[in-house]
């Protein structure tokens, strides 16, 4: 089991930059790919990208490609979504998820594990 916890969200002007943390818990962290989701109001979750176990492949919807990248830190337990170019449609609450198999990295039901969400606001 793990436990995840997002922080770095917040209020940044379009063209700008942020840095998103999804910080786990357990022994086993690299026993988990992570995916990253996000929702904005009366929005379904979309995937946003997901990086695999090792942390040496990296999937991206095509909204994001080219300006966020993902990284992770398995000593740290920790990995990071680095947000570049920013546009006020990328303004969503940002989720992580785990998953210990996945089939489809960007299907959100085969993630067991999700964070609280942060808030990501891109003002024009």
């Known amino acids: 089991q793990v436990h995840l916890v997002e922080s770095g969200g917040g209020l940044v002007q379009a063209g700008g930059s942020l840095r998103l943390s999804c910080a786990a818990s357990?022994?086993?962290?690299?026993?988990?790919?992570i995916g990253w989701f996000r929702q904005a109001p009366g929005k379904e979750r979309d995937f946003v990208g997901a990086i695999s176990w090792g942390g040496g492949n990296t999937y991206f919807a095509d909204s994001v490609k080219g300006r966020f990248t993902i990284s992770r830190d398995n000593a740290k337990n920790t990995v990071y979504l680095q947000m570049n170019s920013l546009k006020p449609e990328d303004t969503a609450v940002y989720y992580c998820a785990a998953a210990s198999s996945i089939r489809r990295w960007s299907d959100r039901h085969g993630y067991g594990y999700w964070g609280q969400g942060t808030q990501v606001t891109v003002s024009s």
């Open positions: 357990g022994r086993t962290f690299s026993s988990y790919a």
